[in-house]
C-alpha cells in the first residue's frame, strides 16, 4: 500500500536570495533576479542573466568551516543541503535510510577550463564525482541517484524521489538541482540565438528568448508523517515524464508528449484537470516551447487555470528549473497566494492560457508543476494541499 | 510487491565488437578508430538513417546499439509506443561533446560555438534521438553513475514497470569518453520473451562483464 509523499523541508539558492522564503519574498514584490551583466567571462559582450553574488556565496560557505576546497556548483549545493537539515533536524542524512537524488544538466561544467581544473582533480569533471562529494560531506552511505534529463531534471528528480520512497527502501529522499551560469552554457545558447536581449518575457507575445540563470533547490521528501516539522501538509500526488519523438533541439509542433506527461500525471494522482488551481508552467520565452505549452494545456483542459512562469525572475536555472519553481509554487500554495509573471504583458500564444500578471490571493489546493527540455522530454508533477 | 521482469534481448558494443543476444555480430578490424568503426557498424548492418552522421560518438554508439537491439524484437510492434519508457546511463555524461564545445569557445580570438556541436552537450539527447526514431514517447530518465549500476536498474524497473503508464523499457549503459566507449542496451518486459533472463542484479552483472 503506497503512502503519501511529504514535502519536509526546502531551500532556495538564487539571485534572490539563500532561502526559499527570502526567494519567495522577493517574488511577491514581483522583483526579478535577471539583469544585465558586462562580465567578459561569461560572454564577450554583456548578457541579461541571474547570476548569484560570489562575495555572499563566499561569505556564507566560509560560515561552514571546511578544510576541504570545494567548486562554485558543490558550494551551492552544500549549502542547500545543510540549510534543509538545519530546517528539518528530524532529518537524519547520515542514514542509510536517506537517499540523495541529485539533478543538474552540467556539473561543474567550470572545470573545463584549464585554469579552474589546475586546483582540482581531473576525476571533478564527473558529475558522479560530485555527487560522491557531496554525500562524502554528509557522510550519506548510499550512491547518489544523479539525473541529467536536460530541463526536466529537476521535476524528474522530485518524480524519482516520490517513486524510491513508494519502493519502501528509504524514509526520507533529499532532492537537490544545481547548475551555474558559465562562458560555457552562455555561448552555446547564444549560438541558438535563443537568447533574449532583455529580460525574458514568458508567454508575451513579443517574447524573444530565454534569460539564463544559476542556482540551487533543495527539497526533503518523506512519506513518514512524523518527520515533518511544520503544520502546512504538502504531498506529492503523483508525476510523469515523456518524450515528442519529435526533435532534438525543437518542441513538438503539436504538444502531445506534454499532454501525455500531464495526463499521466493527473491519472496517477486521481485528481481531474477542473481541479487544478494553478499551474507553475515552464514558460522559457522562446517562440516555440511557450506556444507548445498553450497547446497542450488546451488539449487537457486547463487553459483557464491561473499559470505563471518565474523563468524572469531567476533565469533559466536548467538542472535547478524543476526544483526551485516546485518550491516557489509550494510557497504559493502555503500563502495561497498567486506570484505574477514578471514581464508578461500581452498574450502572445495561440490557445489563450490564463497568465498570471500580479501577485494575487487565491485558494490554492492541486499544483501542476511542469517542465519541457531539449532531447523532447516532458515531465510533470502535482503537488496538494491537505 | 513486484513480479519478475525479463530482459528480453540485448546488444552490447565494446572493443570493436558487437554482440546480439549471445551472439558475436560484427567485429572491427585491430586498432579502427572509434568512429570508425560505429560508421562500420553502421554500414555493415544497412541502416540507412542520414540523421547518424549528424551525431556525437556518444549518440551514434546509443544510435546503432538501439537499432540492432529493436531488430531482434518486436516491442515496439506489440506495445502502445507511449508506454514504452528509455533508462538509460552513464558515467562521463556527454564529456566527450563538451569538450569539444569547449575548444569552440576558448581562444577570444578564434571563438566559433555552433548550435550543432552544443545541442549534443546534453548526455539525454541521446534517448531523444532513439525515441524520435522509433516514435516511442514513454518514461524517459538518464541516469550518471560512476559504474553501471545494476542494483538501482533491478529496482527501479521494479518500481517503473508496475505503473500504470509503463508496458516495456529500452534499458542499458552508453558511455563515450577519450576513445574509450561501451553500449550495453536491453529490453525489459514482464514476460519472458525468448531469450527469458530475468531482470536481476546478478543476470545484469553477468551480462554486462562477460
New interface residues.
Partial sequence: MKSDTYIAAMNVISPLGFTSEENFGQLKQMKTGVLVHDDPQLY?EPVCAALIDSDRLRSEFKKLNTDISYTRLEQLMILSIESVIKQNPKIDVKSERTLLVIST???N?DL???ANLKKFDKDR?????T??MIATHFKNPN?P??????CISGV?AII?GK??L????YDSIIVSGVDILT??VV??????KAVSKEVCKPYDASRDGISLGEGCGTMVLTNDKSLLNDDSVIVVKGG??????????GPSRTG??LL?AIS?TL??AGIPASEIDYISGHGTATLFNDEMESLAMADAHLSDVPLNSLKSYFGHTLGAAGIIESIMAIHSMKENTLIGTYNYKEPGVTKPLNVITKTTSAEIVNCLKTAA?????NAAVLFQKQ | MSDMNYITSYCKIESGKVVLNNEEVFRGGENVAEADFMKSVYKHFKTDYPKFYKMDNLCKLAFIASELLLKTNNITEKYNRDRIAIVISNSASSLDIDTEHQSTISDKDNFFPSPAVFVYTLPNILIGEIAIRNSIKGENSLFIFENFNPEFMENYHNILLNLKTTDACISGYVDFYEHKYKAFLYTVEKTPGVLAIEHTTENLNQLFNK
Avoid at chain 1, 125 to 129: A, G, N, V
Wanted: proline share 2%; glycine share 10%.
Fill in positions: 564577450f544538466t552540467k556539473g561544467i573545463l577550463e584549464p569533471k564527473m558529475i558522479w564525482k555527487a560522491d550512491t541517484l544523479v539525473v541529467s534529463n536536460a524528474l524519482l517513486r524510491m513508494d519502493s519502501s527502501q562562458n560555457f555561448s552555446g545558447f547564444e549560438s541558438f510523469s515524464s515523456s518524450n515528442d519523438a519529435n526533435h532534438i533541439s502531445d508528449g501525455l499521466n491519472e496517477e527540455g531539449f532531447g523532447g522530454c
